[in-house]
Structures are given as structure tokens and as C-alpha cells.
């Protein structure tokens, strides 16, 4: 059994949808598969606007509703289904929360999830009822329903292990009826809706692969795979044909946005290959993560694969006020971070300085964290830096590589402000101006991606 996952353009419109139909018919015929589905593109956004204009009843929600309807109508009409109202019924009562919102003024995280939860329910449902149009029966199944059991974290919340039980008794009769399940959102065990952060279909594909052994997890997008770097930014950059788990976490954690960083895990501990594929180039191989590969010759068999760059980070340095840093003063400044909910990136310490990148999100909490940090370090935070960071399991064999990477930096006229390297050795991540990223993106993957192995 495979579960294919297809993303918001894979069911964005009624041809989309159709091609999708297709691919799910094709492998159909090799085996039972699971189908996940995420909200049609620009969705998840929307009902988010929908849900702050009740709150804030600055726009009115339920005309803002009938366009969401109108959207997903004008898709079932394209597709020629049958009995619309009620496949769009979830939308009936995503008017009656909406009206309690405007009402109370008041938009909790529960109330949240409730409403954007809708753009799966309303997804799966059209294509269940495509599917079985087509003459390959299929049913929608929510997320909750499915067995993916969740903490209270609404918004971004943690699956709970009783999940792993649940899911092979929700998800049955998968040899004659194809199951079609609602990415993104599961449910705690008071019945209540959740959400698994962003982009968190992918992360339900993994879920339900290991929920249900799965031979294989298969992310359908809009891009032919894991790229060696951001084709906006690098025009020669190439699909690379496989990664390892520990490879694609470090690139999908560093801001490759092709799938979910959470992916990785249940498939990992299931031990269950990911593929990345195209929904409108199919026949493209796309991109393999396994356990192992070997970086033998060939594109891939280098020792960097993959550079990622992220713009718009702040650098906190500390440097301890004494000479020798005194027992637990790495563990006061975490403690410090953390009381003000601080998450940092990438780390590098020495014996009396320690220095971290966090998002620019957290600007206006580390400023108000930075006097008590003062009390036991020399702090400085600088904003406007970019991390990048080179990954590929051939580091770790090949010497030098750091060497190269960073006479590479020097030759683009880029200082290196910041250098760490994960335990697992196999990327190097460091810190540059956002104004010299580009350049020393590109310099580096002439350099090390393309360049001689
Ligand atoms: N629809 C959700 C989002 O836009 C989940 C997903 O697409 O993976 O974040
Ligand atoms: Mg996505």
C-alpha cells in the first residue's frame, strides 16, 4: 500500500483535480493506495482572513463564505459532480462558528482550527466524490476520524502516540474503497479539531504511512523534487534523485519549502522511502529520500548536494562577563531565551561566548530579553543576516569540503560571521550579510554542486 499526497495546486482547480484523478487511477491499478489531501490553494489563507474579519467584524465573514463556496462550487460544476449541496454541506456550519466569533469578538485557537479546517474537509469531499464519479469508489475521511489523536496545541499540535493504535482500526476496507484523507488536521480526545502547523499535509501523509506500514510515501507538488537550491535564486540549480532522511530533515528544517520538516519522522522510524513528484510532470523520477544511499560519482555522489539560504535573521552574541564562564551559564541564557519564548537556530559556542541565530520574529522579544541577559553576558543583537548551509552525506567522508566552502565565501567578498556544524556532519551552516546571500549562494553552488567532485 502507497499513500499519495497531493498539495493545494495538485487539487487547486477542476483540471488539477482531473489530473490528480488520473494519477490516483494509475496507481490504482498496481495496488491499494491512501490519499491525502491538502485544502485547495489559497485556501487555508483565506478561511484564516475569514476567521480575523469575524473577529474583528471588520469585513462581513458569511459574504466573504459564499465566494469560499462560489470557489469550491465553480470546481464541482468543472468536474461535473452530482449532488453538490452536499458535498459543500461542512460550509453550513462553518456559518454558524463564524457568526459566534463576530458575536463574542473573540477567536480562540480552538475556534480557529474549527474554521480552517473546513478547506480539507470540503478538498477531500470533492475528490472522494470525483474518484467515485470516475469508477473507483472513494470516501472522505477527516483527519480525526482517521486516528490521528493530538494534544491541545491548536494551530501546531503534537500527534500523541495512541495515535499508532488508532489509525489501522479508522482507516479499514482500503482494498475496495479508496480512502480519501484530510491532510493537516487531527483531533484530541475530547473530539476536538486540530491543526498540525502549516504545510502540515505532508507531515498527515507520514502519519498515516506509518500508522498503516505503508510501502512507500509519495508527496505529489508543483515542483519535480528536492532542488540543489532555490531556482529563483539559482538558475542552474538541478533535482537531486535521492537524499537520506538525515539530508532531506537538514534541508527541508533550512528552508527548502518542498515538504514539511515534521515529514521526515514517522517515516523514518517506520523505515518507509518518500518520494517527491510532480502532479503536472509525472513521469519525472523526482526526488527519493531513503535510509541509506551511497554518494558514489554523478551529481549526487558529491559531497555537498544541496545549499539552502535564509534571509532575514538576528544574531544574538554573548560573551560572559567572566574570564572562564562560570557552571550553568549556557543553561541561565537558555533559561532566559526560553522564559521569553525565544527559539534559536543554529548555535556556536567557545568557552566564554556563546552565538545563535533566531528568526526576525523574535526581534521585539529579544529586546525585551536583552537587559537580562546583560546581567551576566556582553550581549549584541544584529539583524539583516542570512543563514546558509551546505548538506550532503559526502562531508562526511570527504576532506576539505569545509575548506572549499569557505575559500568559495572569500572569493564572492563575503565575510563569514558565524560557523557551526551539526553533530551528524553532514552540513555546514554559516552567516552572512542578506546583502552578500545571493552572491555567495551562487558561488557556492558553481563551486561544489556543480563544480568537480
Ligand atoms: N492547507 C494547509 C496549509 O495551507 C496544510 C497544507 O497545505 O499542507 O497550510
Ligand atoms: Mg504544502
Redesign the pocket.
Known sequence: MIVMKF??TSVGNADAMRRTAELIERARRTGPVVVVV??MSG???KLLAIAEAARTRSEDPLSLVDALRAHHEAACRGLELDEVDDLLAPIDDLRDVLRGVALLRELTGRSRDYIVSH??MLSARIMAALLTARGLPARAIDGWDAGIVTDESHGAAAVLPETWRRIPVSVTGIDSVVPVVT??LGGTEDGERTTLG?????YSAAILGRGLSASEIQIWTDVSGILSADPRLVKSAVVLPELTFEEAAELAYFGAKVI?PKTIEPAVIAGIPVRVLNTFEPDHPGTRIVRTRTPAGGAEGRAVAAITSKKKNLVLSLESTRMLAAEGWLATVFDILKAHRISVDTIATSEVSVCMTAEARYEAALARALPELERVARAKLTTGRSILCCVGLGMRERPGTAGRIFAAVGLAGANVEMISMGASAINITFVVKDEEADRVLSALHTELVQGPA
Open positions: 498539495g493545494g491538502s485544502a485556501i487555508t489563507d478547506g480539507e491532510g493537516f502549516r504545510g502540515g499535509s505532508d514539511h
